[in-house]
Nanobody
Framework: QVQLVESGGGLVQAGGSLRLSCAASGRTFSNYAMGWFRQAPGKEREFVAAIRRTGGSTYYADSVKGRFTISRDNAKNTVYLQMNSLKPEDTAVYCC????????????????WGQGTQVTVSS
């Protein structure tokens, strides 16, 4: 089992920034690719960003490319999502997830999920 706990969400004005963190415990963090997903009210969950086990490769949804940056610190068992130039349409609950086998945007490839942290962007 891997336990994931997100933090860093909050209320921010459009154009502002937030940094989300996801702390992992349980099994060896560096064995897992990590991803961030989000879900807005009334919408399906959507992929945001992913990072390989070593952090050597990242992948972003087109909607956040150039504004968001995913990173990880395997020594601290933590993955981050730096979000800049936030827009009202970024408002959602953001969840991190861990994938043992695959790296990518498909939620079904992720084995463990956190509870999420709310991000609200006001206009």
């Amino acid at each position: 089992q891997v336990q994931l706990v997100e933090s860093g969400g909050g209320l921010v004005q459009a154009g502002g920034s937030l940094r989300l963190s996801c702390a992992a415990s349980g099994r060896t963090f560096s064995n897992y690719a990590m991803g961030w997903f989000r879900q807005a009210p009334g919408k399906e969950r959507e992929f945001v960003a992913a990072i390989r086990r070593t952090g050597g490769s990242t992948y972003y949804a087109d909607s956040v490319k150039g504004r968001f940056t995913i990173s990880r610190d395997n020594a601290k068992n933590t993955v981050y999502l730096q979000m800049n130039s936030l827009k009202p349409e970024d408002t959602a609950v953001y969840c991190c997830a861990a994938a043992l086998v695959r790296f990518g945007s498909r939620s079904e490839d992720y084995n463990y999920w956190g509870q999420g942290t709310q991000v609200t962007v006001s206009s």
